[in-house]
């Protein structure tokens, strides 16, 4: 299997209890037909900071006028370290546009409008919001973490993880992001929500136990992705080994992630089920130049000890069982690769 390093590059909370795509149009049942493989491996939530280095908080519940009470968010922000701020930015502002919404601001006439004043973006974009929209009478979004999927000199991909709450109750999804260089800001070209798929009858052993760890972080796809049995058993064995010793932030683990390492034709591991990323360990983010090296170095070496023939992050590690098996570049800056064979 090809490693997820992403060629020619310039160069994140607590488990989810309550059901998976309780939010209209999320999990569950009515997932959008497989996207092609150019596109995204296609979500339901946890917490969400409102910078990329903020620690994790349960949003309180804000009154609307006229509305139910769902929790307040605020904009997410790139911190220290950002190789690209405003391609984050960028992406971001979007999903945070067409995701929250007034009591009375459903519908698509009414998120074209507010992605209209942003500038710059195709209100069409919002045709291809999936789960981002539903019929709800209004919405709260907030982006947990926004992740490249692939950073190029022209172009990007940014996964936006996030929580969403409507009066119907809990959701969220991973937004694939696709952005193309332009000036004066980079411009969004494609959307591609994750799509999960419905919750297994049964799960592994394995399955089980990572729900129930205090010290393995999902967010809403990931978690989906796990209660989908879509999961490989390597992977997750190796996520219950980690959390032995840290406690693990996972932004993506199957659905949510480009479909091809960024960049290329070869197939990324993300979407077999054979890979999850890292973007915070011990509640501190990957990306934040503050954190320690030896704490994200000391991770990937023990991802690669617990199996994993493919770890990437943000600096380049000697040694491991295989010539390739620890890389890094731009697109890895802001997290931990741990991808597997099988």
């Not at 999927?149 to 109750?169: E, F, I, R």
């Not at 999804?173 to 494609?190: C, E, G, I, K, N």
């Not at 030896?294 to 380049?316: E, T």
Request: proline letters at 10%.
């Amino acid at each position: 299997m090809t490693a997820e390093r992403v060629p020619g590059a310039v160069s994140r909370r607590v488990l989810l209890t309550a059901a998976v795509g309780a939010l209209a149009g999320c999990g569950g049942g009515g997932h959008p037909a497989a996207p092609s493989r150019a596109a995204t491996a296609s979500g339901a939530p946890s917490h969400a900071p409102s910078s990329s280095l903020a620690p994790s908080a349960s949003p309180t519940p804000s009154p609307t006028s006229g509305g139910t009470a769902l929790p307040a968010t605020s904009p997410w922000r790139p911190g220290p370290g950002e190789l690209q701020p405003d391609v984050k930015s960028r992406a971001t502002q979007l999903v945070e546009a067409i995701g929250n919404w007034p009591p009375g601001g459903s519908g698509a006439a009414a998120a074209q409008g507010r992605v209209a004043a942003l500038g710059g973006l195709d209100p069409g974009l919002v045709n291809q919001a999936g789960p981002l929209l539903s019929t709800a009478d209004q919405a709260a979004l907030q982006v947990i973490y926004a992740q490249y999927g692939g950073l190029l000199t022209d172009s990007a991909s940014v996964l936006v993880v996030c929580d969403q709450w409507t009066p119907q109750g809990a959701g969220g999804t991973t937004v694939d992001v696709r952005l193309s260089a332009a000036s004066p800001r980079w411009t969004v070209t494609a959307l591609h929500p994750a799509a999960p798929g419905p919750a297994a009858a049964s799960l592994s052993t394995a399955a089980q136990a990572v729900l129930g760890s205090p010290h393995i972080e999902l967010p809403p796809a990931a978690l989906a992705d796990v209660r989908s049995s879509q999961v490989h058993d390597s992977a997750l064995q190796a996520m219950l080994t980690l959390a032995q010793t840290y406690t693990m932030s996972i932004s993506v683990v199957r659905s949510g992630h480009p479909i091809d390492v960024f960049g290329t034709t070869r197939p990324s591991d993300h979407p077999l089920g054979r890979a999850f990323d890292v973007w915070r360990i011990n509640g501190l983010a990957v990306v934040d130049p503050a954190t320690p090296h030896d704490l994200v170095d000391g991770f990937m070496r023990a991802a690669a000890a617990a199996g994993s023939y493919n770890v990437g992050g943000p600096r380049q590690l000697t040694g491991g069982t295989t010539p390739n098996q620890f890389f890094t570049d731009d697109t890895h800056h802001d997290h931990v690769h741990v991808g597997f064979n099988s």
